[in-house]
């Protein structure tokens, strides 16, 4: 059994405007393609994963992931609720798919996932905070110990 201390985790902040997964687009000959702002930010996402990481966790991980938004001086709401910004799902999906091969071996490792959007004031905290530990057998029997209703 592994101790906290002994599973591996990591944490880092990706600073900049975050870019969400969007549907491919179709071009005007009906061929489908990514849009390139997409293309661009997963692979500058996954260089970054590559350079915090020496080799990909393996077996099943936790993944907590925050999308930090600038919020416009003119927006009053304290969440991120507008539709000028993604679905959380969206964001998942980028960070998920450009932690492959570098965070960990694929993303259906990710047994567990939390993901949030909030607003931040100063442009220096735009950007995804991501964390990402191992989980073992004993922490899922320790969830269902704590909440028995998700049995």
Same mark, same amino acid.
């Given at each position: 059994?592994?101790?906290?201390?002994?599973?591996?985790?990591?944490?880092?902040?990706?600073?900049?405007?975050?870019?969400?997964?969007?549907?491919?687009?179709?071009?005007? $000959?009906? #061929?489908?393609? &990514?849009?390139?702002? +997409?293309? /661009?930010?997963?692979? @500058?996402?996954?260089?970054?994963?590559?350079?915090?990481?020496?080799?990909?966790?393996? $077996?099943? #991980?936790?993944? &907590?992931?925050?999308? +930090?938004? /600038?919020?416009?001086? @003119?927006?009053?709401?304290?969440?991120?609720?507008?539709?000028?910004?993604?679905?959380?799902?969206?964001?998942?999906?980028?960070?998920?798919?450009?932690?492959?091969?570098?965070?960990?071996?694929?993303?259906?490792?990710?047994?567990?996932?939390?993901?949030?959007?909030?607003?931040?004031?100063?442009?220096?905290?735009?950007?995804?905070?991501?964390?990402?530990?191992?989980?073992?057998?004993?922490?899922?029997?320790?969830?269902?110990?704590?909440?028995?209703?998700?049995?």
């Amino acid at each position: 059994m592994k101790s906290d201390r002994d599973k591996k985790q990591v944490s880092l902040f990706v600073p900049g405007k975050p870019v969400s997964w969007a549907r491919a687009r179709v071009s005007r $000959g009906g #061929v489908f393609f &990514t849009p390139q702002k +997409q293309r /661009l930010y997963k692979l @500058s996402l996954a260089s970054i994963f590559n350079r915090k990481m020496r080799e990909p966790l393996e $077996g099943p #991980v936790a993944c &907590t992931i925050r999308v +930090q938004l /600038l919020r416009a001086k @003119s927006n009053k709401t304290l969440l991120p609720i507008s539709q000028s910004t993604s679905d959380v799902d969206n964001w998942a999906k980028m960070i998920l798919d450009a932690g492959n091969g570098s965070l960990w071996k694929d993303d259906a490792q990710v047994v567990a996932l939390e993901i949030s959007k909030v607003w931040v004031l100063d442009p220096e905290g735009e950007g995804v905070l991501v964390q990402v530990s191992e989980i073992t057998d004993e922490d899922i029997v320790e969830a269902i110990e704590e909440h028995p209703e998700i049995q």
